[in-house]
């Protein structure tokens, strides 16, 4: 009769660290670009692009960046890149160099974990600003919002991101896009072809398989201790 304690006492205490484990997945965290985090907290960090602005909120690097002369040898990303955070959310822009039509730009925020762990994008509120201008390879009756972990400035930007579309139609308010096929990811390319304002991308931090191994450890072994000394 024991034994059958002993082990329904082990079972019950592995059950409930894979419930921490649960729940430590579960706990999402939000880039809310408020203007107090924003203003407070800009350049706490250090872009793994360039010196651009960078701040951190909920655990995880926020960076601008800003991409300029894509889809040429001499493509690169400007220390210039910075946010437009004031109204607690980014206005997220189109930009274009009048003075040289070759100097293809692309601007964005590029979001990793503050320690290097991994994480899953969720999902981002989106609005649409402008719809008179686009950047190359797009149009302006579909701006698209664009993601992808990975962006190489000096090949074009059509092609090395994953698309959605969002229409044309500016006086929307703020919409909740839904994002699947970001999962276990340690960075995050955000921009659009237009002018779009970001607010609320949620993420969600993915724990280290030792750190779930050892929670698991931790309520098994700690379940047979308080048992033997009960036996005792």
């Known amino acids: 009769m024991f034994k059958n304690l002993k082990t329904t006492g082990i079972g019950c205490f592995a059950t409930l660290a894979m419930l921490l484990v649960g729940s430590a997945e579960a706990k999402a965290a939000t880039i809310t670009f408020d203007a107090e985090i924003y ?21 995880f690097n926020v960076a601008a960046f800003s991409a300029r002369k894509i889809g040429t040898d001499e493509a690169f990303f400007s220390e210039t890149g910075h946010f437009h955070s ?26 990793t974990s ?34 992808s972990t990975t962006f190489d400035p000096t090949m074009p930007v059509l092609g090395q991101f994953t698309e959605y579309s969002i229409g044309n ?22 921009s659009s072809s237009g002018d779009v304002n970001f607010d609320n991308i949620n993420l969600t931090p993915v724990p280290e ?7 698991l450890a931790l309520g098994t072994f700690g379940g047979a201790s308080i048992l033997k000394q009960k036996q005792q």
């Open 114 to 147: 503050k320690n290097g762990g991994y994480f899953n994008l969720e999902s981002l509120d989106y609005q649409l600003r402008n719809n008179e201008r686009t950047i190359d390879g797009y149009t302006t009756d579909d701006t698209k919002i664009l993601i």
């Open 39 to 59: 203003t407070s907290d800009v350049n706490t960090c250090s872009s793994p692009l360039t010196k651009a602005e960078c701040f951190m909120e909920n655990g």
């Open 86 to 111: 004031r109204n607690s959310y980014e206005a997220q822009h189109f930009s274009s160099n009048s003075e040289d039509p070759t100097d293809l730009r692309l601007l964005g925020v590029f979001i």
């Open 169 to 190: 139609d500016k006086l929307l308010p703020f919409e909740t896009l839904s994002i699947e096929g970001f999962e276990e990811i340690n960075q995050i390319f955000i």
């Open 209 to 215: 398989p030792t750190s779930i191994l050892a929670l």
